[in-house]
């Protein structure tokens, strides 16, 4: 007697990233494994759509909701399913696509639809930056006001963030921010302070270059005001996972912190703005979500990677609190 088929939920989001999505949901019904999956195709109608939608197929119980999108429809999708059964899938066709790349899920739809057929399931944490889930960066700075810009912009795609970044680059002043971890509180003045539990904004640009998804660790960056001679080491940096080595940049691991600035603005949550207060906490909330991933990530994320960085751990905060 054959096994139950597995059901999963594909969910387009018909205007998000770079690319058509017609070809895609023909490569599905020519490649996804039927002997193993039924498979429905939901598109959303509005902003938020994707959060109802994957909420709704968890409480079904479905086996996965694949996102098929950019980084704010698998995050809308992400939010509601963790801390339940259903996995994410992701075929990645957004603008930056940061979680997917971290995760080493390929750009070509029809490879992505394959590790889909395999049905390998990874455990994996996210972060809260005050109670708005997030699986790739947060922040405050530059990097949230370059976001603000971003949304405001009438089309996408990295040429418009390129643009954007350069552009407001040459304008924007650094902030002075006071960082608590552990009930210590140390004062920066910084461009940007990110918070990562991804390595990666998205477009392989590795703002916090050592963080992992299952280590119950947040990666924060600060970046400390720099002068324009110091753009073209920070910039190679940036796509060469070393910016952690510049010697403009401050970086510490923690489970929580709390983020002090003067006045009220832009935040940002996987590349999304959002206006938040003069006091900002971000914690990670460890091994929620199941993910359906390669093989090869599975490998990557052993225990003996999981007890170096909790050293890493405590040394960063021997660090902050000199």
Request: aromatic share 8%; proline share 3%; charged share 25%.
């Amino acid at each position: 007697m054959s096994e139950e088929k597995k059901k999963i939920t594909f969910v387009i989001n018909p205007i998000s990233g770079t690319q058509g999505k017609e070809q895609i949901l023909k490569w599905i019904d020519e490649r996804l494994d039927r002997e193993k999956y039924s498979c429905e195709i939901v598109y959303t109608e509005r902003a938020g759509h994707a959060v109802e939608i994957a909420a709704g197929k968890a409480a079904e119980g479905v086996h996965a909701v694949v996102a098929i999108g950019g980084d704010g429809t698998i995050n809308e999708i992400a939010r509601s399913l963790v801390h339940t059964d259903t996995a994410l899938g992701i075929i990645p066709c957004g603008s930056g696509n940061g979680l997917a790349r971290h995760l080493q899920i390929p750009m070509d739809a029809k490879k992505a639809i394959d590790i889909i057929n395999d049905g390998l399931v990874d455990t994996i944490d996210y972060g809260k930056i005050n109670d708005l889930p997030f699986f790739c960066t947060c922040g405050v700075g530059f990097d949230a006001f370059v976001s603000l810009k971003f949304s405001q912009a009438g089309k996408r795609g990295p040429l418009t963030y390129l643009e954007k970044t350069l552009f407001e680059s040459l304008k924007y002043r650094p902030e002075t921010y006071e960082v608590e971890v552990d009930g210590s509180t140390t004062r920066y003045k910084a461009f940007l302070i990110a918070c990562g539990n991804a390595s990666q904004y998205g477009n392989n640009a590795y703002i916090t270059p050592q963080a992992t998804l299952n280590d119950g660790l947040l990666d924060v960056t600060i970046l400390e005001p720099f002068t324009m001679l110091d753009v073209p080491s920070l910039s190679f940096q940036l796509f060469n996972k070393t910016i952690d080595q510049n010697s403009r940049i401050k970086t510490f691991r923690c489970q929580a912190l709390r983020i002090h600035r003067s006045h009220a603005g832009v935040a940002h949550f996987d590349g999304d703005p959002v206006m938040m207060g003069k006091s900002i906490d971000v914690r990670i909330m460890q091994r929620a979500l199941h993910v359906l991933v390669p093989r090869e990530v599975r490998k990557e994320n052993g225990s003996m990677n999981v007890l170096q960085r909790a050293q890493d751990y405590i040394n960063g905060l021997k660090q902050i609190t000199k």
